[in-house]
DNA sequence: CATGAATGAGCTTTCATTCAT
DNA sequence: AATGAATGAAAGCTCATTCAT
């Protein structure tokens, strides 16, 4: 039994692993099921064993991936009380998750973006949390009297995620790495903490 | 040939137009080169007088309207001296040219960078230049003193740009228009500008 | 516009043949849709551009056959008055009609009533008014006195083409052709003429 | 090896009967290895120990089937002398025994004779036994002076059984019952009796 | 004997592209 | 230049069958 589900999750796994491999490669559309197949070294048919159709795949992945990845983010906060220091922490730790993981960035930042499907109707409850992490650092930081009042959190959790995964985008797709991580996540949260601060905390 | 063009120009940008269309409602690959052609009033086959594939048009679509949106943007900046005031405007107009053109915003932001085809091998010289509007701008603030010396134009551009376009994401992928376009505009040139400003400046 | 009517119909006209034959050498279920496309000398896809699937080639397959099929019975029992020399006649052009289009029959036979979509869900109006011819001679015939009052028309006609159709599904499947048409088709329809038939008549 | 085929002979039955179930409801091209499995609780590959493969489920599910209604019939016409009231009884019970399992009518009626595979390869043994307990009957009834000798049983068999089989699909494939199946049987074998009959006979 | 996860051949259907008119 | 009927390659998905446990 133990054995049965270790085997059912390993092929689980598999496919997943291998799906992010193609679909980074060559996105979703321009993917084959029998490609991932074949890098997930199972038939055509155990896919479907395990997912409805390549959309299903497509889901999971981001599901599952987002889940760790909202883990290790929340993960990296713990014990961090100071706002401006936990959006520094926030920066760097994005940069660095993208990088680990630079083919999952690419297909969360790509793909999943792309198709209405995943956007319009897929809800996306998982991403929401992501970035409402930022929002509840933001209101954190205004309830401390740290950040200005007139900033609106929900404008300043879009463009603070925007800043870090545009810079993403530039490492994920560009071969040179021009800018160290450190230094893009130090300078984009010292951007946002600065143009946060109020008068009395700048002092 | 000139007259050639330009008398072709009317079926050549019927089809932009319509790709337009069914691209934002469909994505680039949900689209069906028939319902284009339905679109823009022309046969089937009269697609490939003007276009020499699918992608084609998708290329072209992108480098005519993103031609036109530097224009628009270059135009909005004229006579601004103050490059704090330029990021203000710059914002301004990015997030009103989204609102105005939402289809191509849509497909600029989810289709065209989706496709390795797009960002990888295909340069996108266009974007660039609209990214490098905002290097500019900054190492302009840099020589005149206003922005400090550390910040690196080449982060920073893209940040302020990534924190414009989530924002626009925002506003063409949900229906609910919560924030304002001046006041969404207004916040995020603020945290950049307070962001940069040298000390000197400040006072 | 002519030609162009006339080309369209010939390909509808060589795909329905061709599914005739195929149909009736494999059965439905056991036909690629490609076999047809090549019996018809066609590409697969010309298929889809007259017919929405592969249930839709066999059930305009039907309706325009069986379509034939009522005309041409109607035409063999005009003229003739006596309801039962209409019965007769009726047995032999079905047998005739059955000799003549064997792989047409074997598939109204077979293939039809296989799938509940034809049976249940398809109302199949066609097959009810060639049962309906039968049944119309048969209260004509009680109408004139010819026929007995308690005979049940509902019952005598299913009765009618039942035997009829049996007697042809032997023909169809069989390779050996041990009884006459003419033969065949008299004996049946004398037994139900006879079994019909008023004390009163028989004198 | 009695005892042996006995005891699996609960799981041979129990697929059998949940094949009946399945073919009935999807006919038989539509139906699934996987759901007759799951009908008869059994596994999938439980399955193929008793039966070589999907084909040979639809062949011995109609051997042991017919071998019933063979056994059934025959008991029924026991102790009947007169050929005219053995097709009396015959037309009564086959219309009963359709009415009491009305899934395996429906299979033997449209499944079996769908695919070539049953009714042209495959000899169809126990058919021809019952269509020839009808001619037999004919035949008595000829040797007794009561049938007209011109009448050929080879017809008159097919006939009989079409006529009735023709009948009991209307019961088996529409939901209103509109006529009793003793009046059908009735005058079923009615129009058959009085339609042979000598002249003599029937004084 | 029994299981059911895994297989992979093979099908229907789509749609970008062509080319005769 | 314009058409749109025809093409046919290509891919997602199903399901009968197998075999390690």
Chains 1, 2, 3, 4 share one sequence.
């Not at 997930?40 to 159709?53: K, R």
């Not at 760790?68 to 713990?78: F, G, I, S």
């Not at 409850?125 to 009042?149: D, M, P, W």
Request: include cysteine; hydrophobic fraction near 40%.
């Amino acid at each position: 039994m133990k054995a049965d589900s270790k085997k059912n999750s390993d092929k689980h796994r598999r496919i997943i692993e291998a799906a992010v491999k193609v679909f980074a490669k060559n996105g979703f559309f321009n993917s084959k099921v029998s490609e991932i197949a074949r890098a997930a070294n199972v038939a055509d048919g155990t896919i479907y064993l395990y997912f409805q159709n390549k959309d299903d795949i497509l889901i999971c992945l981001f599901e599952e991936e987002m889940s760790k990845v909202l883990n290790k983010m929340r993960h990296a906060l713990e014990g961090i009380t100071d706002p401006a220091r936990k959006l520094e922490r926030f920066a760097l730790a994005h940069l660095s998750l993208v990088e680990e993981a630079q083919e999952l960035a690419e297909i969360i930042q790509v793909e999943i973006r792309q198709s209405s499907k995943f956007m319009k109707e897929y809800s996306n409850q998982q991403f929401h949390e992501y970035l409402n992490i930022i929002s509840t650092i933001i209101k954190e930081g205004q309830a401390q009297g740290v950040f200005r009042q007139d900033i609106m959190p929900g404008v300043a959790k879009r463009a603070f995620f925007g800043a870090l995964d545009e810079m993403s985008r530039y490492w994920v797709l560009s071969s040179v790495k021009k800018y160290s991580i450190t230094m893009a996540a130090q300078q984009i949260s010292d951007f946002f903490i600065k143009g946060m601060l109020t008068q009395k905390s700048e002092d």
